[in-house]
């Protein structure tokens, strides 16, 4: 298939382009090569990507209406994964108007492309961040999520609503994905392992929120791409027994899915930096802070939709998964890093 991947460069669409690719698959990219962190990882990132048979990189901001318009037009896509954001709790406490440009312009714009071109699939990263304040756990797609509690996660739940207006407007197939703690080989330098690695191997003190009592549903990279693939290949359909007088936030009468994508094991994170210093041979420091705003103190993901709808639920253990994500530091930076 001809699939449109945006966030082409990005941590999840990197892995994303790369397995469709492994596949047989034809894979635009688009990425707008944003500064939010370290350019540099992002282009050897692409890198890795633009060699390969079958990938077309065009560099575009998705708040561009009319380059996104031009993108769909001439390119066409079968179907399209979009995991194009501007990412981060923490961040969008200070930089809101990002969001709304990346997050909710940018997704309207990647809606009317798939509109006017038929596409087949929309397949777009959501968040486990919608949950917010919500407290019963496991987290359900069942579950209503009406209390976010940091802006991106607001933004997120926007997407939902947006992508279910065009579904039930236009008969556009969407499926949303909500992404738990997602980490790696090539992962993000914003996101806690990362930074754990880098300050431990520096001799510096990691900061842990919430003095520790954080636990997270930590997924891991191959997992998270294994589920994007196979609902991009399960299109989205009407749910005939969504009735609206008891409606399952999950489905509709139009072609609307939501499913979690998380391992469904939540990790305490002082046990997750136990696992980090075993990887590394080397003890962290610790500096223990308060919670900051916007945080959670635990998710924990419900993925039996996800295990119904498409057959898999993510399963690797995070001493598997750090340990691969130490290897690929190691070998990309070096085993002592002056700095990233």
């Given at each position: 298939m001809r699939i449109l991947v945006t966030g082409a460069a990005g941590f999840i669409g990197f892995h994303t382009a790369a397995r469709l690719l492994d596949r047989g698959d034809e894979v635009v990219g688009l990425d707008n090569m944003s500064p939010y962190y370290d350019v540099s990882l992002k282009e050897a990132r692409l890198a890795r990507l633009e060699g390969r048979n079958g990938f077309h990189f065009i560099k575009a901001d998705l708040a561009d209406q009319e380059m996104v318009g031009a993108v769909f037009a001439e390119e066409k896509p079968e179907r399209v994964i979009h995991l194009a954001a501007q990412a981060g709790v923490r961040?969008?406490?200070?930089?809101?108007?990002?969001?709304?440009?990346?997050?909710?312009?940018?997704?309207?714009?990647?809606l009317e492309g798939c509109r006017h071109t038929q596409v087949k699939h929309l397949v777009y990263a959501s968040s486990s961040s919608v949950y917010g304040a919500n407290r019963k756990l496991p987290f359900s797609v069942s579950d209503n999520v009406d209390h976010p509690v940091s802006l991106y996660g607001a933004t997120k739940k926007a997407n939902e609503l947006m992508a279910h207006s065009y579904a039930h407007l236009f008969g556009l197939p969407v499926t949303g994905l909500r992404f738990f703690t997602v980490y790696g080989p090539w992962?993000?330098?914003?996101?806690?392992?990362?930074?754990?690695?880098?300050?431990?191997?520096?001799?510096?003190?990691?900061?842990?929120?919430?003095?520790?009592?954080?636990?997270?549903?930590?997924?891991?990279?191959d997992d998270v791409v294994e589920g994007v693939v196979r609902t991009c290949d399960t299109i989205a359909t009407p749910d005939p027994d969504w009735r609206a007088e008891d409606p399952?936030?999950?489905?509709?009468?139009?072609?609307?899915?939501?499913?979690?994508?998380?391992?469904?094991?939540?990790?305490?994170?002082?046990d997750y930096i136990a696992v980090i210093e075993d990887a590394l041979g080397r003890k962290a420091e610790l500096e223990m802070l308060p919670a900051q705003a916007g945080d959670v103190p635990e998710t924990y993901a419900d993925v039996d939709a996800l295990k119904q709808a498409v057959g898999f639920e993510p399963s690797t253990p995070i001493?598997?998964?750090v340990k691969r994500f130490v290897a690929w530091y190691r070998a990309f930076y070096g085993s002592e890093p002056a700095g990233v």
């Open positions: 961040y969008s406490l200070q930089h809101p108007h990002a969001y709304i440009d990346a997050n909710i312009r940018g997704f309207l714009h990647v992962g993000r330098p914003d996101m806690s392992l990362f930074q754990f690695t880098r300050n431990i191997l520096e001799g510096k003190r990691i900061p842990v929120f919430n003095y520790g009592h954080h636990a997270r549903d930590f997924t891991y990279i399952n936030p999950a489905t509709s009468s139009a072609p609307y899915r939501l499913y979690n994508i998380g391992n469904h094991s939540p990790v305490a994170l002082l001493e598997v998964g």
